[in-house]
Structure formats: C-alpha cells, structure tokens
C-alpha cells in the first residue's frame, strides 16, 4: 500500500522559518516526481513546488520562488521543503504528492499519491 506521510507542520511567527518532510513507502519512488500542493480555507489546493525524478530539475510556485527550496535524501525516499521568510499567506494545509512518472508538473492530475497534509499557520 502506497503512504506519504508529511510531518514538520506547526505555528510559526512572520518571517520564521519549517522544513517539511514527506515520508514516501509502499513503491519505488525514486524516480517519480515529487511535489508540495498547499490548500488554504475557502480556496483551491494550489501547487508549490516539484522535484523530477530523473534528473532532480525543480521547480516553483512564483509567489513562494526565493523563500521555499524543495530537496530529496540520496535515497529519494523522503522529500522536503524548507520554507524561510515565511508569511501569514502562507498559511495552510501541506500535501505531498507523488507522480506516477519522473516528468512532474504544477497540475494536480499529474500526482496520483497524496498524503494526508500537515498544517502551517503564520503569525503575523
């Protein structure tokens, strides 16, 4: 069975920083894309960022370029985001999500996997 568990969600201050993890296991993800979506209340699951599978290309959302870097382990079974400067609209729930080819893109039909999401709330 296919689990992508995210973890490293809390409350932080305006400007403070987290770094997510996402734990993948059931199959072989290491040359899947993987990605970050965020759902904020009242408004649409929105991509964050990805990472390829095959050659690690990645790429981001604009309103999170420069503050958000998404990395994979060498073993490529747990995927994170370092999330710095962070602000008050950055808050939501984190979904990872696993693609089932090493292309990836922004569009939430390209993830087959999902995990359960981790909340992030920013304190202005």
């Known amino acids: 069975q296919v689990q992508l568990v995210e973890s490293g969600g809390g409350l932080v201050q305006a400007g403070g920083s987290l770094r997510l993890s996402c734990a993948a296991s059931g199959r072989t993800f290491s040359n899947a894309a993987m990605a970050w979506f965020r759902q904020a209340p009242g408004k649409e699951r929105e991509f964050v960022a990805n990472?390829?599978?095959?050659?690690?290309?990645?790429a981001y959302a604009d309103s999170v370029k420069g503050r958000f870097t998404i990395s994979r382990d060498s073993a490529k079974i747990t995927v994170y985001l370092q999330m710095n400067s962070l602000k008050p609209e950055d808050t939501a729930v984190y979904y990872c999500?696993?693609?089932?080819?090493?292309?990836?893109?922004?569009?939430?039909?390209?993830?087959?996997?999902w995990g359960q999401g981790t909340q992030v709330t920013v304190s202005s």
């Open positions: 990472i390829r599978g095959s050659i690690g290309s990645t």
């Open positions: 999500a696993a693609s089932r080819t090493s292309y990836g893109s922004s569009l939430r039909s390209e993830y087959a996997y």
